[in-house]
C-alpha cells in the first residue's frame, strides 16, 4: 500500500524540520515547505494526503490558505496555531481545517492527530473525477478533457473552473470566486475577468459567445452543466460542437 504523502506547511525551521522527522520514522512521505509561494507548488505537484498548515506564515494568512486547500477538495488539513482562543479554533475549523492543534503541543499527540486523519483519509470515497457531459474533470491530475480532448489550463485556471462547477450552477461573484480559487486574498476583482476570459478561449466553442461559462449581469459567473448534460455533442475538426445550446 502506498504510503500516505504528507505537505507540512510551517514558517519555524526547526519545528518544520522535527516534525518532518518524526512522521518520516512512522512511514509516511513528507514533503516541507516554509512559506505559501513554495506550499502552493508542492500541493500541486504532490497533491498530499495530509497538510500540516501553521496558521501564521512569513508570507501570507494560513487560514486563507487554508480555505483554498479546502476548495481543492483533495487533502485533510491539521492546522497549527498559536492562537488559541475559541473564536480561533472556530475560524480556522470553518475555513476547512480538518483538525486544530494549539502549539506548544507534545510530539505524541501530534502523531496521534495524524494517524486519526490517515484512518479518515482511508475511509473517505472522495470522487477522483467529475463528469458533465463530454467534460471531464480530473481531481488526482487535475487534468481537462472536453471530448476526450485534453485541455491545456494553468492551475490557477484549474481553480477556478472546479470553484464554478461547484457551484450546481448558482452564479458566483467576482468577489466570492476569489475567495474561493485563489490561495492569497487579491482585491482586484478584474483578475477573475482575465482569467475567464482565457479559459473560454480553452473550453469554449465560441468565447465571444460563451456557453459553458456564462456571465451574469450585475452578478458574475455560472457554469452551465446543463448545456454539457442535455446536448448532444459532436465533433467537427478539433472543435467539440452541441447540436443545440442555451442562449
Known sequence: ?????????????NLRSLLGWHLQQSGYEVSQASHLHAAKILFEQHQPNLIVLDSDLPDGNGVEFCRW??????????????????????????AGADDYLRKPFGMQEFLARIEALSRRDRLMSAPVSLEYGELRIDLVQRSVCL?????????????????LTQANGEALSRSELLRRAWPNAIDNPRTIDTHILSLRKKIEIDPRQPSMIQTIRNVGYRFNPELLRNSHMQ??????LPTAHNS
Not at 476548495?71 to 491539521?78: D, V, Y
Not at 471530448?147 to 470553484?163: A, G, M, R
Open 69 to 94: 486547500l479546502h476548495q481543492q477538495g483533495q487533502s485533510l488539513i491539521l492546522m497549527l496555531s498559536a492562537k488559541i482562543t475559541e473564536l480561533d479554533i472556530v475560524t480556522g475549523l470553518k
Open 1 to 13: 500500500m502506498k504510503a500516505v504523502g504528507i505537505l507540512i506547511i510551517e514558517g519555524n525551521a
Open 235 to 240: 465533433m467537427n475538426g478539433s472543435k467539440v
Open 147 to 163: 471530448q476526450k480532448h485534453q485541455i491545456d489550463l494553468t492551475p490557477q485556471e484549474f481553480s477556478l473552473l472546479y470553484v
